[in-house]
């Protein structure tokens, strides 16, 4: 198992929009990712109800729990997925 950490950048945090293209990019991915707030609550990440339940708002870190064949690749496509500025405004 690999874990990294990733800071939330998108300034609307990761609401249904931003979590539906994180949930789709895990999909993809042969290894299993979870992702862990600080208070301990966790997502699945191919899960977009529980990674809009984990309510994370700009500045928020998670760390992200890799396990599974190509564990590397696919912690960092998942950073960069969480770190990534989505041009989605909720309500629109």
Same mark, same amino acid.
């Given at each position: 198992?690999? #874990?990294? !950490?990733?800071?939330? !950048?998108?300034?609307?945090?990761?609401?249904? $929009?931003? #979590?539906?293209?994180?949930? $789709?990019?895990?999909? =993809?991915?042969?290894?299993?990712?979870? =992702?862990? $707030?600080? #208070?301990?609550?966790?997502?699945? %990440? &191919?899960?977009?109800?529980?990674? =809009?339940?984990?309510?994370? %708002?700009?500045?928020?870190?998670? &760390?992200?729990?890799?396990?599974?064949?190509?564990?590397?690749?696919?912690? @960092? $496509?998942?950073?960069?997925?969480?770190?990534?500025?989505?041009?989605? =405004?909720?309500? @629109?």
């Amino acid at each position: 198992m690999l #874990s990294c !950490r990733a800071t939330i !950048r998108n300034k609307y945090g990761i609401h249904c $929009r931003p #979590s539906t293209e994180i949930a $789709r990019e895990a999909q =993809v991915l042969e290894a299993d990712v979870t =992702v862990r $707030r600080d #208070s301990g609550v966790e997502a699945k %990440a &191919t899960n977009v109800l529980q990674l =809009v339940g984990l309510g994370l %708002a700009a500045g928020d870190e998670v &760390t992200l729990a890799v396990e599974g064949p190509g564990e590397e690749e696919a912690a @960092e $496509r998942m950073k960069n997925m969480f770190e990534k500025e989505f041009e989605y =405004v909720p309500g @629109e």
